[in-house]
């Protein structure tokens, strides 16, 4: 067999070791090798988004990461989100919205998001649907998912104005 | 209607619904109390949390402990003999287990079958035996235990090829004395059918006021699930069978065809599918890497996988919709279309896919080009072309997206020619409301809709203004900006009888569904089709749970299992809805009806007079003197000796629907800017208008919509698979291969109508595929009225270059590429 | 799509990576931000049998403004200079932050590196086009220590650079002279590689032009610095003709390849719109 390494790395809050391959990219090994397969592999070469999961808080293809690059690092992937009972604000207005069917490129999607939501207060429409454009989905036409960014920033501005009322 | 430009969302009332929506109570039908009904509300999906929570199971999270994986040697030439394969190098690579060619498996393969004279039968061998027919045809298999040594593996295996000329285009096949695909099919003529309807075409045509001529074409393009084909096969021993877990629309099908080709009874191959990530079509034939998974596990009695990557799925997975028209449509002096004459050419591919055959491409072309419109005279000449390129198979709309275009581009070069305005010469020849049911040219038979009215929201909510005229030249300076109409409809859910038509040898249509309450009152769902993505387990338990007045959290669905669910057809054209909901409907009137006579015996009370809502069955008018469904279902499974012989003993119904075909009409329109000094087309409005009857789920059938038309507006503006002079795929990436993202789609605008169908138990039409069929017309119209008096373009996608190539023709250049001259974009410097 | 076998080492400074290329021979190959490296390793068109990840080397991530030179560390990403911390770092430079918009896309843009940009030497990638419109002083170790070359002598043609195997890109600096400046690029879609870009950086006197700059991408074997164009803008009044002319000039000096994109005279007919697009962009620029 071909030499493997030992790579050490926080998941989704926990502490993970594995021995793969040099060549064994972050994707195969969340999905493979941790079991995590909410992160879905939809093109290699960094196109369609489907694998996009947080290294260190940043949006990251993980189809072009190898695990290796992970080592000592934290990685977020679609499990650290709500569960099916208790979902995340992003996650209840994508449902609202009707920003999936297939569901295949969703949580791609989610992660990309979850960061650029962090990273912006309030995103104008242009800013949303460039960053909704990194991502590939075919079933819904975007316009769902357009819908519901706008939703959770325009929530959160407005919880945001009533928080000095309330103080 | 209002849009909110943020969001897109329309405000107001949007729908208008024709006659009486649907029966109520007194026949036993659901409740009228619209308070209790589901059917027509935006329920959110049941099918979402645990999407979205990242708990859906596609294809490649199931692993079961010693599973293998497959990876296919495909070959790299487009025609040859294959003189020599030698697997045995890579089984020294480390990870490989095994490596195999076609003799290995007795030869297995897949061929579809017309039963009609014009049809050249073909087989499509599962790996290559002495000759390869496109680039990407797998040649061998290697086996490992990971999908890397997998790949490794390919890498070394030696095939040694005798390269022949190959055929790659439609002129090139047709060519005399071209090469030919199959040594079988002279001409390459794989299916090559004339129609004629209608009496005295020629005189017709000859003595016509006006004769417009068109030609379009459309390149190749595929479907592109984001999940790729897959499978993983395993031999279960206890029951010797084959389990195929299969990424499908279609899993009774593929038990046909694995069964079939491994000559097997089809109980010994169980087809079982998990979630699936997207299929369009692609994924509604029979693979042949799911022929060789199969017979791999036969043969190595452990679990097998195969993930198709994006390479392959790009140079190797079903294609679908090159194909060309040239029509010839004769109008009289104020508009009206009096006859049609067609030619269309099909680039199908190698192959033909397994069951539908290239046919499925061929006849749809040929007989559903008439449309919306009275036609009373219609000749077609439509063949099927065999390519060394990768076989064609069903894509969302078929050849309707096509069809659509040439007849609609025909109504706008006939219109300009005229002298009337696009919606004008729409309007006078579209079917009126008063004509319906409507016999069209060819014999179908379409029930009521609203294509007239379509046509007129559309254009009042595009601003078109009426009597302008149509050779207005473009404001100079400015960016080229056009409208462009299409108006279609669309057969939904061919039965039996459309398919047995075709003259397929197997012939899909009807559809099963099993409805059964346990004994603590849950309802569960039992069904052939395959949602993907549709939502089904949300609208079907609309509709169940509608008849058996019970919530929806009470109604599960089952399917994609062949041992759990009765036989069906899966989920393809626009049917699974009509079909399958028409059966559930249908059997769910009749579990409801058992329920209404167990209430009545535990209520001492006549059945006729229980009314079924809330989850309790109570005496009409008498709410208070009730029980609960729930209590029924458990007297009738637990305490069934308390109950009549006839009465309870379970709780099931299994109840058939094979639609006799309903049809939905839609008119898209988009308004665009052409950049004359690149060439580069942006869409700025979009708005459809659609009737598919019923809406089961508005919000549903919006997303359905919205998705099918940006893929339409691929086809439109971005995606096309290119193949070179010797047949090489160039486009193997999605860097090359372009799908439409957030920033290439505009807000899409929907509005409905809706004219319930007396043809489905449910009122409601299928309309999965519509949005992608409108599209590509309505942008392509809009692009020629913005370059109106300075070219035009015929083919999709429409490249920036070849607008630029249309106005330097017009303009007599010869430059290729006209000058550039300052726009608006300058601003002031 | 599965990359072949290879080794890693993770370097902890420029000087071991450089150190490790040494010993790990020519088909060893540096790793930073990996978004063209690892697509063309899982395509298999690029097989290196070994990597030095040099993607944790902090110090070399970084955007300076020293004294109106902007000074870009090898492993800044993309959106450090779309989305600068320090806001007046890209003053007089904000052609870099027109240009990083256009680039890939938001995910991409969190991975992708400066450096690394440059080091893959596409055609029509933006930092290439920017480096050699500013000038640009490209710093590289080698295991004989730094030198320098210019933009104009870095970039050799298709995918190929002055960067020996064992050397490593390690710094940028970009001339200040040009205090306006555009970039305009012709793609089908947002966020693809250009079919054809165009940047146009000027200084003036007055309204008249006394330096620019004009470089195209996408249209040959690496990006290119147009002297034809530029020698049409020298000395004329920065005016709507002056551009148009100098667009001409710019499409009328390249040879540029045909693909599925288009022709070569629809690439020279984009070149000639996008320059003069380019350059009304610069001129509103800085003012």
Known sequence: MNPTTTVSMTVNGTEATVHVEPRHTLADVLRHDLGLTGTHVGCEHGICGACTVLVDGSAVRSCLMFAVQAEGRSVETVESLGTPDDLSPLQEACRTEHALQCGFCTPGFLMMLTAFLAERDAPTDEEIREVVASNLCRCTGYQGLLRAVRRVADERGAAGRRQPAQA | MAVDAATG????????????????????????????????????????????????????????????????????????????????????????????????????????????PEFAVTEMPALARDRVRHVGEPVAVVVATS????????????????????????????????????????????????????????????????????????????????????FLAEFDERAARIVLHSSTQVPHLVRTGVAQALGLDESSVRVVVPDVGGGFGQKCVVAREELVAAALCRKLRRPVKWVEDRREGLTSGFQSREQRFALRGAFDVDGTLLAVEADICCDIGAYSCFPFSCGVEV???????????????????????????????????????????????????????????????????????????????????????????????????????????????????????????ACFVEPTAYGTASFGARKMSIVPGYEQATVRMDASGSVVVMVGTLSHGQGHATTYAQIVADHLGVE?????????????????????????????????????????????????????????????????????????????????????????????????????????????????????????????????????????????????????????????????????????????????????????????????????????????????????????????????????????????????????????????????????????????????????? | MKPPVFDYRRAASAEEAVGLLAELGDEAKLLAGGQSLVPMMNFRLARPTALVDIGRLDELRFVRNERGTLVVGALARHTDLEHPSDPHVLDGFSVLGRAARQIGHYVIRQSGTFGGSLAHADPAAEWCMVALLLDAEVGLLGPRGRRVVTAGDFFKGFLDTDLAPDEMLVDVRLSGAFPHAGFQEFARRHGDFAVVAAAAALSLEGDVVREARVVLGGVGGAAVRSAEAEDALRGREASPAAFAAAGEAAAGAIDPPADLQGTPAYRRQLASVLVRRALTEAVADGR
């Not at chain 2, 490649?60 to 025609?79: I, M, N, S, W």
């Not at chain 2, 490596?99 to 009609?116: M, N």
């Not at chain 2, 997998?150 to 090139?172: M, N, R």
């Open chain 2, 363 to 485: 006849l749809m072309a040929a007989n559903e080009l008439p449309g919306p419109y009275r036609l009373r005279r219609y000749r077609v000449r439509s063949r099927g072309v065999a390519t060394n390129k990768v076989p064609i198979a069903p894509y969302r709309g078929v050849s309707r997206p096509q069809a659509v275009l040439a007849i609609e581009r025909l109504m706008d070069v006939a219109a300009a020619r005229i002298g009337i305005g696009p919606v004008e010469i729409r309007e006078r020849n579209l079917v009126g409301d008063d004509e319906f049911p409507y016999r069209n040219v060819v014999g179908a038979c379409y029930d009521a809709g609203s294509y007239r009215e379509a046509l007129a929201t559309c254009a009042e909510a595009l601003g078109y203004r009426r009597g302008e005229d149509p050779s207005r030249s473009p404001r100079p300076g400015g960016p080229l900006v056009g409208m462009g109409f």
């Open chain 2, 552 to 829: 929806l959290d009470r109604v599960r669905l089952v399917q994609g299992d062949t041992t759990a669910v009765p036989h069906g057809w899966g989920t393809f054209a626009s049917r699974s809805l009509v079909a399958a909901g028409g059966a559930l409907a249908k059997a769910s009137d009749e579990l409801a009806e058992q329920l209404r006579r167990i209430a009545g015996h535990v209520l001492e009370g006549t059945p006729a007079d229980i009314e079924l809502a809330h989850g309790r069955a109570y005496v009409r008018g008498t709410p208070t003197v009730g029980v609960a469904v729930g209590e029924l279902a458990r007297v009738a499974h637990h305490a069934a000796n308390t109950l009549p012989p006839d009465l309870g003993r379970g709780l099931e119904v299994i109840a058939r629907f094979d639609p006799e075909g309903t049809y939905s009409n839609a008119t898209h329109g988009a308004v665009v800017e052409v950049d004359p000094e690149t060439g580069s087309v942006a869409i700025r409005r979009y708005v459809v208008v659609e009737d598919c009857g019923v809406m089961v789920n508005p919000m549903i059938v919006d997303g359905q919509v919205s998705g099918g038309i940006v893929q339409g507006i691929g086809s439109a503006l971005f995606e096309e698979l290119v193949y070179d002079e010797n047949g090489q795929p160039l486009s193997g990436s999605l860097m090359d291969y372009m799908v439409p993202t957030a920033t290439d789609v505009p807000v899409i605008e929907i509005h409905h109508l809706e004219t319930p169908t007396d043809r489905t138990p449910t009122g409601a039409k299928g309309m999965g595929e519509g949005g992608a069929i409108g599209a590509p017309a309505a942008i392509l119209n809009a692009v020629n009225d913005a370059l109106r008096g300075r070219g035009s373009v015929t083919r999709t996608p429409i490249r920036p270059s070849d607008v630029m190539t249309a106005i330097a023709v017009h303009d007599g250049s010869g430059r290729g590429a006209p000058m550039a001259v300052p726009t608006t974009d300058e601003g002031a410097t």
């Open chain 2, 9 to 116: 969302r329309t405000g107001g009332a949007s729908a208008t619904v024709h006659g009486s929506p649907r029966p109520d109570g007194a026949d036993g039908a659901p409740s009228s109390d619209p308070d209790l009904r589901w059917v027509g509300r935006r329920v959110q999906r049941v099918e979402d949390p645990y999407l979205l929570a990242g708990r859906g199971v596609f294809l490649d999270d199931l692993e079961p402990r010693g599973t293998l994986h497959v990876a296919f040697v495909r070959a790299t030439v487009a025609a040859a003999a294959i003189s020599s394969v030698d697997v045995s190098p890579a089984l020294s690579v480390p990870g490989v287990v095994a490596a195999f060619t076609s003799g290995d498996f007795g030869d297995i393969g897949l061929t579809a079958v017309l039963e009609r």
């Open chain 2, 147 to 230: 999908p890397y040594a997998a790949e490794d593996g390919t890498e070394a295996v030696l095939v040694d090829y005798d390269e022949t000329p190959p055929v790659v285009g439609i002129d090139a096949a047709l060519a005399d004395g071209a090469p030919l695909v199959h040594a079988g099919v002279p001409g390459n003529l794989l299916l090559d059918v004339s129609l004629s309807f209608g009496d005295d075409i020629d005189a017709c045509i000859e003595s016509a006021a006006h004769v417009v001529e068109v030609e379009v074409s459309t390149g190749r393009i595929t479907a592109l699930p984001i999940e790729g084909r897959a």
